[in-house]
């Protein structure tokens, strides 16, 4: 599935889970891997990696959004413009 750039975008601006799952549900996106992959490519497409084996899709998106909203992301963005 491709990600929709203007929910990306709409995420990238959110700072709280309601702000994130009101803006799934404006967009009808309602699927755990489909939130995933839209918070993932919002945080510049980083590189994940899980400890434990295959992850079932809710608590890869529970762990996912919880990287997002740590806000940490949005300093690596932030390091990229600089050149570093």
């Not at 929910?7 to 404006?26: P, S």
């Not at 996106?29 to 497409?45: F, N, P, R, T």
């Not at 740590?70 to 990229?80: F, P, Q, R, S, V």
Request: with cysteine; hydrophobic share 35%.
């Amino acid at each position: 599935m491709e990600t929709n750039k203007v929910v990306v975008g709409a995420l990238q601006q959110c700072e709280t889970k309601e702000l994130v799952e009101d803006t799934f549900n404006r967009y009808s996106i309602l699927e755990y891997s489909q939130k995933s992959d839209h918070i993932v490519e919002a945080m510049g497409s980083p590189m994940l990696f899980f400890s434990k084996g295959e992850i079932d899709p809710e608590s890869r998106y529970a762990t996912v959004l919880s990287m997002f909203l740590t806000g940490e992301w949005k300093m690596n963005k932030l390091y990229e413009r600089m050149g570093m």
